[in-house]
């Protein structure tokens, strides 16, 4: 969620928190009845579309993580075993090709990292019957290989989650625009009828109703008319 979704929210739960403290007053008014339960059915929504969003980014996040720890790993152990090769056989441009320090590689953007990798197992790879003797194996250069693709399926996900986080975020800001209509309408109105007998509940009522931006501690948009 965005900070205007979140001030919003902020001030949708702060009403709620308003009627649901006053039922009593309002509970023997259907139209008021059934306008409040559409609106804790809309925040019910809010709150579940909220979770997809956050989770989705959070688990993409962390699985990149590990996925980069472990692909950094691997490299380090093609990368010693084909240096050592490349020194001994005065290979200059394979030497140049694994000559990454471990901290350089962990510094790296995902996307670069995913090339980097690529190319110390192409570069290495027509070597491999030679490099036995340096302790490098078929298996674990294809192992390498492996965990670079993973690595670059991976990197690409934050990339569909921000259109799906989009997409939440467009349905968020219809849920709250249907929500907004639902006060307007409906609720602002009809609590409006408790004023002469009731007033202090109405008052709290209209401060809720205003909007404010948490970072600012300001209000952003003014309360419910008069």
Same mark, same amino acid.
């Given at each position: 969620m965005n900070d205007r979704q979140e001030n919003k929210l902020s001030m949708y739960l702060a009403v709620? $928190?308003? +009627?649901?403290s006053n039922q009593k007053l309002w509970s023997s008014v259907p139209a008021l009845v059934r306008a409040i339960q559409k609106l804790n059915d809309?925040?019910?929504?809010? $709150?579940? +579309?909220? *979770?997809?969003?956050e989770a989705s980014i959070k688990g993409v996040t962390m699985n990149k993580q590990d996925r980069k720890a472990v692909l950094i790993q691997t490299a380090m152990n093609v990368i010693g075993k084909a240096r050592a090769y490349a020194t001994d056989k005065k290979n200059q441009e394979l030497a140049e090709a694994v000559?990454? !320090?471990k901290t350089s590689l962990e510094q790296t953007r995902d996307t670069t990292l995913f090339h980097i990798c690529q190319m110390?197992?192409?570069?290495?790879?027509p070597y491999i019957n030679e490099m036995g003797e340096y302790g490098l194996?078929?298996?674990e250069l294809n192992d390498l290989k492996a965990k670079t693709d993973a690595y670059g399926e991976i990197v690409q996900k934050p990339r569909e989650v921000i259109s799906k986080r989009k997409t939440t975020g467009e349905t968020l800001n219809s849920v709250m625009s249907d929500i907004d209509k639902l006060f307007k309408e409906q609720i602002d109105n009809?609590?409006?009828t408790f004023e002469e007998t009731n007033k202090d509940v109405v008052h709290t009522y209209k401060n809720a109703r *205003?909007?404010?931006?948490?970072?600012k501690r300001k209000a952003e948009e003014t309360k !419910?008319?008069?």
């Open positions: 709620k $928190n308003v +009627l649901d809309k925040l019910l929504t809010i $709150n579940i +579309l909220r *979770a997809e969003q000559k990454y !320090p110390i197992y192409d570069k290495s790879m194996t078929n298996t009809l609590v409006k *205003a909007i404010v931006d948490i970072g !419910p008319e008069e």
